[in-house]
């Protein structure tokens, strides 16, 4: 339900960098908010295009995959899935503070991520949850000694 939620929700936002910076009027022109739909389908084309800024989008398979554990009860490896897919999503999309995107405008690659929105938490709490549910499961849940 948390992952429907931030597909919905502002998670993201760009600021494209003018190539020349004397003919700037509004800075807020050159802000672009995307939201969880919008990033996954560019993020999926950034993957496709090589950009280095889209690895954090292989935690949307990640994710999957731990949900699909979790479904099965092997709840140690789904709460291995789920911190990676935490990590993998944070420092992926972290990537773009540094390295510049593509602005879709035909000019070179001039958009950098400015800032973090709520959508973006959502998301990833979606597999943070899940390990957390994952780690109570094995904590709680008693061993069976085979004999």
Do not use: H
Not at 1 to 20: E, H, S
Not at 26 to 52: A, R, V, W
Not at 78 to 98: D, E, K, M, N, Q
């Amino acid at each position: 339900m948390l992952y429907g939620i931030a597909l919905a929700l502002p998670c993201l936002l760009f600021k494209i960098v003018p190539i020349d910076t004397s003919k700037v009027p509004n800075p807020k022109d050159y802000e672009i908010e995307m939201n969880g739909f919008e990033l996954t389908l560019s993020g999926l084309f950034g993957l496709m295009f090589l950009q280095i800024a889209a690895v954090g989008w292989l935690a949307n398979p990640i994710y999957w995959l731990c949900c699909v554990f979790f479904a099965r009860q092997k709840y140690k490896i789904s709460a291995i899935t789920a911190l990676t897919s935490v990590a993998v999503g944070f420092g992926g999309t972290s990537l773009g503070f540094w390295f510049k995107l593509p602005s879709g405008t035909g000019a070179p690659p001039n958009m950098l991520l400015e800032k973090l929105l709520a959508g973006f938490w959502v998301w990833l709490s979606a597999p943070g949850l899940v390990a957390l549910i994952s780690i109570f499961y094995l904590v709680k849940t008693p061993r069976i000694r085979q004999r």
